[in-house]
């Protein structure tokens, strides 16, 4: 069926490194590919998406490509800020569902 | 961008008693809306699909008795916890959907705030 696998937190960086956190997936058909974000006592918020194969999605300095050839969703940023600390989730969409991962715990230290 | 509200944001409770948790689309019609639990440092688990005027769709495992569902508009859903337990605490978060057909098609779902519910 239909899943993600998203890489294991939680992380830890200190401010201004680079972030990359690993999102695969599988599935039938031509899924819509989501990064979430979800700050400590919040509900999830868009953070970016892509809807088709080689489409790059970036918001606030983060991005992300839809790679079909290695089925991935890596979510990367060239500099973190403490402001970046919440947890992200990946997920795809395949119409009638969406599959998150099990979420990437991120903590960035001054 | 399309908003969804939840409230309330906390409830707290006896056990025993029933809450109900409400979740509506601000600025959009939502034909579907999902309702989602959350346990603490875990990914969300889909509990059921809320479809505006039917009954929702329950997930394996979740007691559609103990957790009534009713979309009654295309606006609002709501998720009635009934005889609460302390087993039930948990964050839930509704999420709603505005389907938009491109090329390839794709949808999002919006979701709400989340509802802290904590059952004494």
């Known amino acids: 069926g239909d899943s993600v696998t998203q890489m294991e937190g939680p992380v830890t960086l200190s401010e201004e490194a680079f972030l990359t956190i690993n999102c695969t997936y599988t599935?039938?058909?031509?899924?819509?590919l989501f990064w979430y974000v979800q700050y400590p006592g919040e509900g999830l918020q868009l953070l970016l998406k892509?809807?088709?194969?080689?489409d790059k999605g970036s918001n606030k300095g983060f991005e992300a490509t839809y790679r079909k050839e290695t089925t991935s969703f890596h979510l990367e940023k060239g500099s973190v800020q403490v402001s970046d600390s919440a947890v992200y989730f990946c997920a795809l969409s395949t119409g009638n569902q969406f599959y998150f991962g099990t979420g990437t715990s991120l903590t960035v230290i001054p | 961008g399309a908003v969804v509200s939840q409230h309330p944001s906390r409830v707290i409770c006896k056990s025993g008693t029933s809450v109900k948790i409400e979740c509506r689309s601000l600025?959009?019609?939502?034909?579907?809306m999902f309702w989602y639990r959350q346990f603490p440092k875990q990914s969300l688990m889909l509990m059921a699909t809320s479809n505006e005027g039917s009954k929702a769709t329950y997930e394996q495992g979740v007691e559609k008795d103990k957790f009534l569902i009713n979309h009654a508009s295309l606006t609002l859903s709501t998720l009635t916890v009934t005889s609460a337990h302390p087993e039930d605490s948990s964050f839930y978060i509704c999420s709603a959907r505005d389907y938009q057909i491109e090329v390839g098609g794709w949808d999002e779902q919006f979701f709400g705030p989340g509802t802290r519910l904590t059952v004494l």
């Open positions: 892509a809807t088709k194969a080689d």
């Open positions: 600025d959009f019609q939502a034909t579907t």
């Open positions: 599935a039938t058909g031509y899924p819509s």
